[in-house]
Nanobody, 122 residues
Framework: QVQLVESGGGLVQAGGSLRLSCAAS????????MGWYRQAPGKQRELVAT???????NYADSVKGRFTISRDNTKNNVYLQMNSLKPEDTARYYC????????????????WGQGTQVTVSS
């Protein structure tokens, strides 16, 4: 069993900042990729940013230069610093992690958190 718990969402005015956190717990040997996705009402879930255990990061074009993803591999945590927020950033933000439960496993399984709401007012 793996649990991902997000926190840090809320209501903020345009131009403001928020920092999201996600903590992974449970049966975890290693995590390869951790990331943030978001889903606005009536839209498909989309990638926001990902970070590998080696430190490589990837961002959606819409958030480059404004959002920063970081990881604490010792705690199995991932963070998303969101600056210069825009109303179009309003969505439910979900944490995702690729988890290898046991060292003998040859695969990573994908896990999702319940999400945290981010609302940006104009």
């Amino acid at each position: 069993q793996v649990q991902l718990v997000e926190s840090g969402g809320g209501l903020v005015q345009a131009g403001g900042s928020l920092r999201l956190s996600c903590a992974a717990s449970g049966t975890i040997f290693s995590i390869n990729v951790m990331g943030w996705y978001r889903q606005a009402p009536g839209k498909q879930r989309e990638l926001v940013a990902t970070a590998t255990s080696g430190g490589s990061t990837n961002y959606a074009d819409s958030v480059k230069g404004r959002f920063t993803i970081s990881r604490d591999n010792t705690k199995n945590n991932v963070y998303l610093q969101m600056n210069s927020l825009k109303p179009e950033d309003t969505a439910r933000y979900y944490c995702n992690a690729g988890v290898k439960a046991y060292y003998t496993n040859t695969y990573y399984s994908s896990h999702w958190g319940q999400g945290t709401q981010v609302t940006v007012s104009s």
